[in-house]
């Protein structure tokens, strides 16, 4: 065949309507096994696949998980779907990933894409608040929130304050007085919460943020290459880095080895590849992304089975995994003050 085989193409080789075909796919066991094996070797003859999309709009019920991330490629969402992905494979359910890039509206798209498409629920790490496409469709699309959380809705996150603070309070009992916060987007929750522990910490120790305050950075790994050379150019530069999030932490990475500043400590709010690795091995808030994309699952489950549930709050637990690179001496005499490096 030069098209892909319908459930008409099935019938018509074996002699029978498409409703004795869909009644042998769909496993009822009402029909005579005469037909039953005429409608079976015409599947395997046609390589015949039952349309699940058109069964689900049929029944109301559909078998496929959706999940809409900020990126597929991020080390931390790569292990959430992983989880989410076998998980549902178990129960006989696929899977339906889409990324936001951070965008509200591609965001919005993407919810959209999905809830025509008749998925089961959906798992989402919200960049925007979209209660008014969400909330009328939450008895018939369950959508649970992971990483940041939408009032009235569940989540599974984890205690982005406290966490932070542990890493802020790491670099100061190593000594450090000139701590850089590096990775802050004013847009997100997580950033949020990131940024006020570390300014509370630096306050409480009678400490201030180097230079003019807090760099805004932009979600690409690549924005922050100038925003480490910039802190590294100041005339007081900082002796140490808090990165709150693991994406920009593997880039903070790769520039202190290209430019030879390993002598700069840092502590980074999310693990990454190689984190342990590289010289000094990076310490860092493990937040363990499985665990947290199981435990959005089987809250999805409980709605499947109970839509009126009232929302809950999930709280995953966070282990600070204590390496070396916070312990570079603080008082060491910085070669890069005021220099500025190349490009």
Same mark, same amino acid.
């Given at each position: 065949? %030069? ?26 066991? %009402? ?11 015409a ?18 019920s559909?078998?496929t ?12 969402? /790569? ?18 990933v889409?990324? %936001?890039?951070?965008?509200p509206?591609r965001?919005l798209?993407?919810? %959209? ?15 925007g608040?979209h ?8 008895h ?5 929130t ?10 599974v ?8 603070r ?6 100061v ?31 409480e120790?009678?400490l ?5 305050g ?29 990165v709150s ?18 002598d ?10 190689l984190?342990?690795?590289v ?8 937040q363990?992304?499985y ?12 709605r ?6 009232d /929302?809950?709050?999930g709280? /995953? ?10 312990l ?8 890069s003050?005021?220099k500025?490096?190349?490009?």
């Open positions: 065949m %030069t098209h892909r085989a319908s459930i008409k193409d099935v019938a018509a080789l074996a002699g029978v309507s498409f409703k004795t075909v869909s009644r042998v796919v769909n496993g009822v066991d %009402t029909v005579l096994p005469e037909l039953r094996e005429r409608v079976e070797a599947v395997a003859e046609l390589n015949y696949v039952p349309n699940s999309a058109a069964r689900s709009l049929k029944s109301g559909g078998t998980i959706g999940i809409v991330v900020d990126s597929i490629d991020d080390i931390f969402f /790569a292990s959430l779907v992983r989880a989410i992905e076998e998980r549902a494979l178990d129960r006989g359910m696929g899977v339906m889409g990324s %936001t890039g951070f965008d509206e965001e798209s993407q919810l %959209t894409r999905l809830a025509g498409q008749h998925v089961r629920g959906i798992v989402l790490a919200p960049v608040d209660s008014s496409f969400l909330t009328p469709r939450r018939t699309l369950p959508v649970v992971v990483d940041r959380s939408i009032p009235g809705f569940d989540s996150t984890v205690d982005d304050y406290s966490a932070a542990r890493a802020v309070r790491v670099l009992d190593a000594g450090h007085r000139r701590i850089a916060l590096v990775g802050h987007d004013a847009r997100l929750q997580t950033a949020q919460r990131r940024r006020d522990a570390y300014v509370d910490v630096l306050t120790n009678g201030s943020a180097p230079g003019d807090i760099p805004e950075v932009a979600p690409s790994p690549d924005a922050v290459r100038p925003v480490v050379l910039d802190l590294l150019a100041l005339p007081e530069p900082p002796t140490a880095l808090f999030n693991a994406r920009h932490a593997s880039a903070v990475v790769s520039v202190l080895h290209e430019i030879h500043r390993t700069v400590a840092m502590v980074s709010f999310g693990s990454f590849a984190a342990d690795a010289d000094p091995p990076v310490t860092c808030i493990d363990n992304p665990e947290i994309g199981a435990a959005a699952f089987d809250r999805l489950l409980l499947f089975d109970d839509p009126t549930l /929302a809950v709050a709280l /995953a637990d966070t282990s600070l995994v204590e390496r070396s690179s916070h570079a001496p603080p008082n060491r005499q910085s070669p003050a005021g500025r490096y190349r490009p």
